[in-house]
């Protein structure tokens, strides 16, 4: 299993953005999908978006489309979440994860290493 390391977090105006990264290590990223989740206090944790193993494929959560982009470069072991268009509503704590498998339906449990999470807050 790989070590993730995000990154990028921070306090944004709303409307700001921000870019997450998450390095892998401890293994071969490209042998993963990625996925991004995040957990608001009080919420239950939920899926923000996913990129299969070379980026060809990406889902996304309603309430991030046309807002945030999913990507990763496997040359540099590293994935990340474009935030754009931020919200108040955003704030959480986001974390990336790496799956074996791709679907549309994947849910946190089928995500096996995490990363320790990167702290978003986004003011009005």
């Known amino acids: 299993q790989v070590q993730l390391i995000e990154s990028g977090g921070g306090l944004v105006q709303a409307g700001g953005s921000l870019r997450l990264s998450c390095p892998a290590s401890g293994g071969t990223f490209s042998n993963y999908v990625m996925g991004w989740f995040r957990h608001a206090p009080g919420k239950n944790r939920e899926s923000v978006a996913g990129?299969?193993?070379?980026?060809?494929?990406?889902y996304y959560a309603e309430f991030v489309k046309g807002r945030f982009t999913i990507s990763r470069d496997n040359a540099k072991n590293t994935g990340y979440l474009q935030l754009n268009s931020l919200k108040p509503e955003d704030t959480a704590v986001y974390y990336c994860a790496t799956s074996m498998y791709y679907s549309v339906y994947l849910t946190s449990a089928d995500f096996r290493s995490w990363g320790q999470g990167t702290q978003v807050y986004v003011y009005s």
């Open positions: 990129i299969d193993w070379t980026g060809g494929r990406t």
